[in-house]
């Protein structure tokens, strides 16, 4: 059970790598059950050869895309305390 778990979350975080990663995540889905310690040492290896090329469209993440399913509005904004710490008065 635990191997089919980790195999999950590698393929989740294969999924969601940039598209700079393409044929690497297709080698290592192709592999099977690869360990995350593969996967992230291959990845990182990938990075500092694309790096090097010039090949990156950022300067470092590898996986960078947000979930397509994520439709969650993002936090509002936080407020500064007014000044003296305490609630404002409306008078």
């Not at 999924?15 to 990845?43: K, Q």
């Not at 904004?77 to 609630?87: D, I, Q, Y």
């Amino acid at each position: 059970m635990r191997s089919d778990l980790e195999f999950q979350r590698v393929h989740k975080f294969l999924s969601r790598l940039r598209s700079e990663f393409e044929p690497r995540r297709a080698h290592l889905l192709a592999r099977g059950r690869v360990p995350i310690s593969e996967v992230l040492a291959e990845l990182r290896a990938e990075e500092t050869r694309l790096r090097s090329a010039g090949l990156l469209a950022v300067p470092s993440v590898l996986a960078a895309r947000a979930p397509v399913s994520s439709a969650r509005p993002p936090a509002p904004p936080l407020l500064p305390t007014p000044p003296g710490g305490g609630s404002p008065s409306l008078c």
